[in-house]
């Protein structure tokens, strides 16, 4: 872990630095519910809203634009299904599988932040499912990225925040332990 405080201000800033220009799209501080949201006639930027100004929730947001193809960023919320929480287990094992790539991502973020990562089922009103598999899915797609790379934008954050929370500019496997999830 990092000594560095982790502040939302500061990924906003790193964010920013990566893709504002590359991309036109900006991390953004929300309110209650995060959403992505391609520029318009209102907005001339993509804006990528988090909750709260909380840090897991601008790192988890960034995960899910990361893998987000050119397609889908001219889309809001990048067209995906989306079922707030109190889902049903099937609607749960839906949810979870659109997470696995995201939440990997989030993880490999967090490490490289010296930020303690956190896996979200995000259903916690809804009916009780093991989230185990789940769990697995996640780990076994940090083990893809570790061996065959990350994607190019993803890669390009996660080398940003190694350097700013000074955390080792790679992706060990002593990083990632499956019950800290």
């Given amino acids: 872990m990092s000594n560095a405080p982790h502040l939302y201000r500061d990924l906003i800033t790193l964010f920013n630095e990566c893709f504002a220009d590359a991309y036109n799209t900006r991390l ?9 949201l391609p520029a318009d006639e209102k907005r001339d930027y993509h804006a990528i809203y988090f909750a709260h100004g909380y840090y897991s929730s601008g790192l988890h947001e960034i995960s899910h634009w990361l893998i987000a193809g050119d397609e889908r960023r001219k889309l809001e919320d990048f067209g995906y299904w989306y079922v707030p929480d109190g889902r049903t287990a099937e609607q749960q094992k839906i949810f979870e599988q659109v997470e ?48 065959q790379g990350l994607p190019e934008r993803a890669e390009q954050l996660r080398s940003k925040l190694s350097h700013f929370y000074g955390t080792p500019d790679y992706i060990s496997s002593e990083c990632f332990d499956f019950s800290s999830i």
């Fill in 28 to 36: 953004v501080k929300g309110g209650d519910e995060p959403i992505y």
């Fill in 100 to 147: 696995i790539k995201p939440q990997a991502i989030e993880w490999i973020l967090s490490v490289a932040a010296g930020y303690h990562f956190h896996i979200s089922a995000d259903n916690l009103n809804g009916e009780a499912t093991d989230a185990s598999e789940f769990k697995q899915a996640v780990f076994a797609q940090v083990r893809i990225y570790r061996k």
